[in-house]
């Protein structure tokens, strides 16, 4: 199994960012997915998630509305798009699969992508 996240990079703030997560080697539609970020010096935190529902598009809002999360099951990709960031917003991002659905907590993910960083400037 395999998560390529990409799509970081260097952002003034208030600015926007779309992160991308492609998975192969499971059965995507059957997993939750989300986002977790960590920033320097601090412990990994869920960002957001979503199960699967059997639309073939899927989103939800995160973080007040700055954040959605949306999965594209025939792409067995998922997008975290980014608005109004802030500098407390940089870290690594982080996707995550779970077999059981996605949970705040790190302990239930299943595999997990190897980070792409979002820097916010100020």
């Known amino acids: 199994v395999q998560l390529q996240a990409s799509g970081g990079g260097l952002v003034q703030a208030g600015g926007s960012l779309r992160l991308s997560c492609v998975a192969s080697?499971?059965?995507?539609?059957?997993?939750?997915m989300g986002w977790f970020r960590q920033a320097p010096g601090k412990e990994r935190e869920f960002v957001c998630g979503l199960n699967w529902s059997g639309r073939s598009v899927d989103y939800t809002d995160c973080l007040n509305g700055r954040f959605t999360i949306s999965r594209y099951n025939a792409k067995n990709t998922v997008y975290l798009r980014m608005n109004s960031l802030k500098p407390e917003d940089t870290g690594v991002y982080y996707c995550?699969?779970?077999?059981?659905?996605?949970?705040?907590?790190?302990?239930?993910?299943?595999?997990w992508g190897q980070g792409t960083l979002v820097t916010v400037s100020s």
């Open positions: 080697g499971l059965t995507f539609s059957t997993y939750g």
């Open positions: 995550a699969a779970s077999s059981s659905g996605y949970s705040v907590g790190t302990e239930r993910w299943d595999y």
